[in-house]
C-alpha cells in the first residue's frame, strides 16, 4: 500500500492508496483506490480559499465518490465540524484507514453511499458543502449522480467538483443541464502538487454546480420520509 502526505495549509495529510481492492466483477483495481490529480487540485484550492474567501469552520462536508477521501479530509483539516466520506463498499476500509491515520475519527465519517439509490440516501441528511472530484468521466452515471445531489442540497448548499477535462466530461455536464443544474467555472489558478506535472495544470476545472430547487415535496425525488 503506498502511503503520501499531502501538504494542507500548515499541516499534511497522510493518505493511504490501496494496491489489492479490485471490481469482483472485472477483476480490475477499483478507480476510487487512488488519488486522481483531480483530488489534489480540489484540495491545493481549498487550502488557498480558505486563506483568502471560504470559511470551512464549523460547515458540514458531503464527500461523493471520494475514492482515498482527500478532498474530505482537507475541510476536516480547515475546520469543517462534520465531514461524511462516501464510496461504494469495498472502499470503505481504505477511507476508515485515511481518517484513522490523520487523527480525524470525531470529525470524519464513512459510509456507503451509491448514486441514485434510495436506500443510501436513507439518514443521509443535508449539507452545508458537498465535494467531488474526478466523477464527470460516465455520462451513463450522472442521473444517479443528479438524484443524489438533489437529496443532499438545501438551498444554503456550495457544490464544489473538480474535474480533469477529458472528451467525455461535457457529456456528463449536459447531463447535469438536462437536470436542471446550472454550473459555474470558478476562477482557479491550480499550483502543482507533488506527482504532477505543471503543464498539465491547463486541462483541469473546478465548477460550482448549482442544484435546482424543487418547487414543492410532491417534485422531489428524494423519499423524505426515511430522512433525518
Ligand atoms: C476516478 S475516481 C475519483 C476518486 C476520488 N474522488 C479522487 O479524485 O481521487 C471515481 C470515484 O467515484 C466512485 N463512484 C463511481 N460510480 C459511483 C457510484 N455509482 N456510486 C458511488 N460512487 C461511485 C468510484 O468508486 C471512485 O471512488
Known sequence: MAMRQIQVADDTLVIHELEDVC????????????????????????????RTNFSFLGKTVLELGAG?????????????????LTDIKPLLPGLLKNVEANGLGEQVKV???????????????????????DVFY?????????????CVCNRKTTVLAA???RPSTAE??????RE????????????????????????????????????????SPCNRDHRT
Not at 69 to 84: E, N
Not at 111 to 119: A, I
Not at 172 to 177: A, D, G, I, M, P
Open 163 to 165: 474535474t480533469e477535462v
Open 138 to 150: 460516465n455520462a451513463e452515471e450522472m442521473v444517479g449522480l443528479a438524484k443524489t445531489l438533489k
Open 180 to 219: 436542471g443544474f446550472m454550473l459555474v467555472e470558478l476562477p482557479s489558478e491550480f499550483a502543482s502538487s507533488e506527482g504532477m506535472d505543471t503543464e498539465s495544470l491547463d486541462s483541469f476545472a473546478i465548477f460550482q454546480v448549482i442544484p435546482p430547487h424543487e418547487e414543492s415535496q410532491m417534485d
Open 111 to 133: 459510509r456507503e453511499l451509491m448514486w441514485g439509490s434510495d436506500e443510501s440516501l436513507s439518514e443521509v441528511g443535508e449539507f452545508d458543502l458537498v465535494l467531488m472530484s
Open 172 to 177: 456528463c455536464l449536459s447531463e447535469f443541464v
Open 68 to 84: 482515498a477521501g482527500l478532498p474530505g479530509l482537507t475541510a476536516a483539516r480547515l475546520g469543517a465540524s462534520q465531514v461524511v
Open 23 to 50: 471490481d469482483p466483477a472485472t477483476g480490475r483495481a477499483l478507480t476510487g483506490s487512488w488519488i486522481w490529480a483531480s483530488a489534489l487540485v480540489l484540495s491545493n484550492w481549498m487550502t488557498n480559499q480558505s
